[in-house]
């Protein structure tokens, strides 16, 4: 299936935005893995949307209902299942756009791939109301890794241009922590005011703004991965194009590697308590596909809304004629700073995946 990922723990999403609601199933968790209710409630309310003037009007409560593998609070080895209802659906103000695609989404090629018969009110399955769901399934993993020493967090490293600072060489539990709680999640105050005040005025002019958001994963032994297409940086690379408006994806220097020489990019080795460390990371904790022990570090570009409030051109597709197009309805000026959790949900969820699949000791 299109929307599901994972080889050994398979996460599948289902639901559409204005439908009754969305879900995930997770199947393969280790039987008897505590599940901190109030701890993954508090994860889902960072990507929740009605919290503040940079995020959709829409009102929901994002709170999971448990329907099967979970009992007295512990995993008990059958598929999890999780529905999270739909409470502020305002279909109506899409009426127009059955025949007039919205530019930039997926309106005209749900419309070619079945024909006029997808539900795409709000985007239907193509709706970042998915990543609810997903981030049920990241928080779960998140609690499951930090068990065993390892830690997942991120950061907004841009928005609008407006560059955060990045993340330290080998960044703490303690950070990812003060991080999310902040209501706007970057390491820079003076950059989060900055940025803050461009989506706004991006509001104001019924136009929308991206960003760029940078993830590390800590405590990865080495070892982990497989080269060629089997690698880290595929399997997570795969499962994050699939968080909605994530148009890029790149680890360590990324393409700024391309820039520079070899005895700039190599990161040294070196020796430190008995282990083979590296001096710097420009790697991103990867090489070969394989983890080095370093921390894994990725940043992944999440594209403007394309729902704005001015006039775009497009086409009638009843009357195959150009038209005009004004979207209503509410919509997130940047969807970046929300998508925070959700890459961090899908880092973990992979992760997870692949140390239960290598077996390496930890679970």
């Known amino acids: 299936m299109s929307s599901e990922f994972g080889n050994l723990l398979r996460v599948s999403v289902f639901g559409q935005s204005h439908g009754k609601a969305v879900g995930v199933v997770i199947d393969g968790l280790p039987a008897g893995e505590e599940l901190d209710l109030e701890e993954l409630q508090r994860f889902l309310d960072r990507r929740r949307p009605g919290t503040g003037p940079l995020s959709t009007a829409r009102k929901e409560t994002d709170i999971p209902e448990f329907l099967s593998g979970l009992e007295n609070g512990k995993t008990c080895g059958a598929p999890l299942c999780a529905v999270i209802r739909n409470a502020d659906q305002r279909s109506r103000d899409y009426g127009e756009l ?48 930090a068990r065993r020493g390892i830690f997942v967090g991120a950061h907004l490293a841009a928005v609008a241009g407006i560059p955060d600072r990045p993340f330290p060489l080998c960044p703490t539990r303690e950070l990812f922590d003060e991080i999310a709680a902040k209501p706007f999640p970057v390491l820079d105050g003076g950059a989060g005011e900055q940025m803050r005040t461009a989506i706004l005025t991006a509001k104001d002019e019924l136009d929308s703004v991206g960003g760029v958001i940078e993830c590390a994963a800590t405590g990865l032994p ?29 680890f360590g220097e990324g393409f700024g590697a391309a820039a520079l020489r070899g005895s700039e990019n190599n990161d040294p080795f070196t020796l430190g308590d008995g282990q083979i460390r590296a001096e710097s990371n420009r790697a991103g ?8 022990g370093m921390p894994l570090v990725l940043r992944a ?22 038209a005009e197009l004004t979207i209503h309805g509410r919509h997130d000026p940047c969807v970046a700073h929300r998508a ?8 973990a969820a992979v992760l997870l995946d692949m140390l239960l699949e290598g077996n390496h000791g930890t679970f």
């Open 222 to 250: 080495p070892g982990l991965g497989e080269p060629m297409f089997g690698g880290v940086e595929n399997r997570l690379a795969a499962a994050l194009f699939g968080i909605p408006a994530v148009k890029g994806v790149e």
């Open 98 to 145: 059955q025949d007039k695609p919205r530019p930039g989404h997926a309106d005209f090629t749900a419309w070619a791939k079945w024909g006029g018969r997808a539900d795409m009110r709000g985007g239907g399955h193509f709706s970042g109301r998915l990543t609810a769901p997903l981030c049920v399934a990241g928080g779960i993993a998140k609690q499951m890794l």
């Open 301 to 322: 570009a999440v594209k403007p809304t394309p729902s704005i409030g001015k006039p775009q051109k497009t086409v009638s597709l009843s009357r195959l004629e150009a």
């Open 285 to 292: 904790g990867i090489l070969g596909g394989i983890t080095t």
């Open 340 to 347: 925070v959790p959700v890459v961090e949900a899908v880092t």
